[in-house]
């Protein structure tokens, strides 16, 4: 299966009713534990700009990048948007400028650009305490 184009035939869609018009589209279901805010997430995934472009990619890297969900670590985009998501699952996200980078841009990222992610859940290590 190609990572950016994967065949969505059987998907869930989630958009939320918000006037920003960031989406959350489950492209695969995982069967693995499901996410909460704590958690530290390991995750492969592949972010373009609206027109195809490829920004970042830790396939490219072949590296998994993990950080701790809900905490600032990464773009609101993310930390709302993988909540609930099953490890071996994959979502597409579609992220506008409010839940990124906004008016700042980044690196490659213009100012103002909505971005879009695939996102793999590998590993969801739940915090010690629970």
């Given at each position: 299966?190609?990572?950016l184009?994967?065949s969505?035939?059987?998907?869930?869609?989630?958009?939320?009713?918000?006037?920003?018009?960031?989406?959350?589209?489950?492209?695969?279901?995982?069967?693995?534990?499901?996410?909460?805010?704590?958690?530290?997430?390991?995750?492969?995934?592949?972010?373009?700009?609206?027109?195809?472009?490829?920004?970042?990619?830790?396939?490219?890297?072949?590296?998994?990048?993990?950080?701790?969900?809900?905490?600032g670590?990464?773009?609101?985009?993310?930390?709302?948007?993988?909540?609930?998501?099953?490890?071996?699952?994959?979502?597409?996200?579609?992220?506008?400028p409010?839940?990124?980078?906004?008016?700042?841009?980044?690196?490659a990222?213009?100012?103002?650009?909505?971005?879009?992610?695939?996102?793999?859940?590998?590993?969801?290590?739940?915090?010690?305490?629970?």
């Amino acid at each position: 299966m190609n990572f950016l184009n994967p065949s969505i035939g059987n998907s869930q869609s989630q958009t939320s009713a918000s006037k920003t018009s960031f989406s959350v589209e489950e492209v695969a279901v995982g069967t693995g534990s499901i996410t909460e805010p704590g958690d530290t997430l390991s995750v492969h995934y592949v972010g373009t700009l609206t027109d195809g472009r490829v920004f970042d990619s830790s396939l490219d890297r072949n590296v998994p990048f993990s950080f701790t969900l809900g905490v600032g670590q990464v773009i609101r985009g993310w930390d709302e948007g993988l909540i609930g998501m099953r490890v071996g699952g994959k979502r597409l996200l579609t992220v506008p400028p409010e839940y990124g980078y906004g008016d700042q841009g980044v690196g490659a990222i213009p100012p103002n650009s909505t971005l879009v992610f695939m996102v793999e859940l590998l590993d969801d290590q739940k915090p010690s305490s629970r």
